[in-house]
């Protein structure tokens, strides 16, 4: 049973979310059936704040990380050697490179800064995998194409939550194992000259 006071990273989205979603985390859910649970409870209640929304949005996802059993979840992580991004979710893999999540419940044109900042991941960390999710199928398409096309460098791709291929995504990550990243020494040598 998952421990809902973990989940407490904003205290108003986080009341919402919990007095709505509860009841979809015990059920029995594909992935793409519990997030579109959730989001339709959400939007049927009219909130008016995009802000809320957005972050609501994130609780939706990391419960569903979380009752995937996919843990550690990084939130609003810094990554080292990556300045001035704030990456919404982060799994680090075993075979040491990140897997950022940036969560956009729609998105128009804001798809630029996720790649920019996939592109900054990448620059660091080789191996690294970026991903968009979204609510909005329409701008999900336009921006696959553009990942396909080349014209988007940094994201590995844009899933759809409450779709099919979302579910293929959660069981791929699902089948990797994620640790909590080493410390890393910033400069390391055989030999150290001391004076």
């Known amino acids: 049973m ?17 007095e709505n979603c509860f009841q979809f985390y015990t059920q029995e859910l594909s992935p793409n059936e ?12 009219k909130l008016n704040n995009r802000a809320i929304k957005g972050k609501i949005f994130k609780l939706i996802i990391i419960s569903l990380l979380m009752k995937e059993d996919i843990s550690p979840i990084y939130i609003q992580a810094n990554v080292s050697f990556v300045p001035n991004v704030v990456y919404d979710l982060v799994l680090y893999s075993e075979n040491n490179y990140p897997v950022s999540l940036s969560l ?4 128009k044109g804001k798809y630029k800064l996720a790649d920019l900042e996939a592109v900054a991941l990448k620059y660091v960390h080789r191996r690294a995998e970026s991903y968009l999710i979204t609510m909005d199928d329409v701008e999900a398409k336009s921006v696959s194409n553009k990942i396909k096309t080349g014209s988007i460098m940094g994201l590995n791709d844009v899933l759809v939550a409450n779709s099919s291929e979302f579910n293929d995504f959660i069981f791929k990550i699902k ?7 080493g410390k890393i ?4 040598s055989e030999k150290i000259i001391e004076l």
């Open 2 to 18: 998952i421990d809902f006071e973990k989940l407490k990273i904003d205290g108003e989205s986080y009341k919402i979310f919990k």
């Open 104 to 107: 956009k419940i729609s998105f």
């Open 185 to 188: 020494d910033i400069i390391s």
């Open 34 to 45: 519990y997030v579109d649970k959730c989001y339709k409870k959400i939007s049927s209640l």
């Open 175 to 181: 089948e990797m194992k994620f640790i909590k990243p």
